[in-house]
């Protein structure tokens, strides 16, 4: 357009389109720069008739998707970063977005085998065109699923109920402890996260924007051994906190109530990835059980290796739960969600209650959950996740020694917390810091996120699958990224 315009001026019998509004030049340019680079190739390969490699390119940009987004999905956008990534393909430890531009995913713990393992995409797939149905049906996937998630327990957890989703596995787990224990109190940990149905939401306490909690629920103290109460100085301090499950325990007692269950998220990923001492949760549980109560180990974010070494997180606290629940990274991806408990308690609660998910346990959701065991065991993730995560820790240990902002390097496998705080006397949090940093990180093309009830704690959950160069990228970022905040 701007060279015509310009022959126009020197050549005036040349017609002018910049100016004829029938020609639509303006409008063609106003549309093109609404499209991403990957749409206008798409676009111009479809018109030259040269098959499109990619089912859904996007052809929109990011400005129009969040005013799309706002209009559909509500006016407060839940995003990632200050500049929203438009992910459009996984592989591996990659996400790639729509212009192109590779990210080291070191925040997503659902594709714990890598985004789009082979191995479980083909199994996808291939169930998807022999039966998906539903477990009213005999089949083997459900049960060979079931048997293998038992077996893992190292324990008599050998009854499975399938859901859809860690929420929901959660609700069923609430609803087994009350039918079980005959009792409506619920202990869970301060700022815990558990999921988002109506029981669920109540013992969520990080997710509620108002604050206050239903009158059944209880918090007990995160067992922060950097920022709590009770501090490196504090003789066993595992001991100290968990007394306040006595405390819990007494309050709901006041209220008339008793404790059907505690869950537990043996992560304590929404407290900032702690490190409990090895006897906290072994008291906790030693006291709720005293009271009646079920504990309930929420693996949704720490089952399948995650912490190394064992595949149920509960298993680095050295305590046998009476239910676990697993989500996020069953299926690498496809909704699978378990509750894993005694044979005598599930039959307790299904002689109440005719228990049925439509989709819970359907083939092609089993054929995935079966196809990431197999991939954790056939490529040694737990092995890998121990190694890794050590080598990550200490490489994250090193920037600490270098870069005062750093209070503290937390966690276990490849679960990792980074713990930035404004002085390391004080440890007052540095929660625009930790916002900043994870944009930069962002913009160095490393995806990490941000937890704690101050906001000021890196998290580092990348896919098992991870390697050494991968860590060493992510830590050279981290270096570039503090030292320029
Ligand atoms: N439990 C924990 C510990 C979680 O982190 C989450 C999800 N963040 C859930 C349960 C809920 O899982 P979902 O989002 O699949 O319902």
Redesign the pocket.
Known sequence: MLVNAYRHTQTPDEPNYAADAGFGGWEALETLQRLTRAGVETIVDAACGIPLPRASVPVHSNADMMARRKRLLGSRPYLFYDRPIHAVRGEGVWIIDSSGRRFLDCYNNVPIVGHCHPHVTEAISRQSRTLNTNTRYLGEQVLDYAERLGQKTGAALTACAFVN????A?DVAWRIATAWTGARGALTQEFA????TEAIDAVSPSASRIGALAAHVRTLLAPDGYRGIYRGDTPDPGSRYAEDADRAIQSLAEAGLKPAAYFV?SAF??NGILEPQKNYVAEVFRRVRAAGGLCIA?E??SGFGRMGRHFYGYQHHDVVPDII?I??PAGNGHPV?VVITRPEILDHFIEQSAFFSTFGGNNVSCAAGLAVLDVLENEDLLANATAIGAYFKAGLQALAAKHDIIGIVRGTGLALGVELVIDRNSRAPAAKQTSQLINRLRDEGVLAGSEGIHGNIVKLRPPLVFRREHVDQAVLAFERSLSAL
């Open positions: 989703s860690g929420s929901e959660n996260y558990h999921g988002i998220d990923m929404t929420d949704v974010q629940t989500g996020k969600g």
